[in-house]
């Protein structure tokens, strides 16, 4: 079984499958609060996906849908995200997860000029693709891949 989350990126072009979440926006929301931070983290400081995302690149790559691995869902709401399905996820056995960003539509792109996008079906198609390779696939593939946005 797979949790998998999914947010929206106005960067990016491709569907982005994140390798790493760091726990960074309770000590950025205290800071902004103005209440005083003795620890960064209550948690462990970052945790990586075990979803099998490099064998989810390369099957979206053979699909002709552009994707990429990226070492970090960012700074604040999807890194959020990630963080908390990973924590929820900590002592679950059986059960891995994951967050895919996707790029906005081409009819959401149209308000904001500039704004990458994928048609809503090659988007679906990508994500259906992911999941089954997620839910099928144990060992992921030793590939080079990966992206620091």
Request: glycine share 8%.
């Amino acid at each position: 079984m797979s949790d998998i989350t999914i947010g929206a990126a106005a960067r990016t072009s491709v569907n982005s499958m994140r390798e790493i979440t760091e726990q960074m926006t309770r000590a950025q929301k205290r800071l902004a609060t103005g209440n005083r931070v003795n620890s960064p983290v209550d948690g462990p400081a970052a945790y990586f996906s075990d979803l099998p995302i490099k064998a989810m690149l390369a099957a979206l790559r053979d699909a002709g849908i552009p994707a990429e691995v990226s070492q970090t869902a960012g700074t604040y709401v999807c890194n959020h995200v990630f963080y908390g399905l990973m924590h929820a996820l900590r002592d679950v056995t059986g059960v891995r997860g994951g967050f895919i960003h996707i790029p906005y539509s081409t009819e959401q792109a149209a308000c904001h000029p500039g704004a990458a996008s994928l048609p809503i079906a090659t988007v679906s198609e990508g994500l259906r693709i992911a999941l089954r390779v997620a839910l099928t696939t144990t060992d992921d593939r030793r590939i080079a891949a990966g992206a620091e946005h």
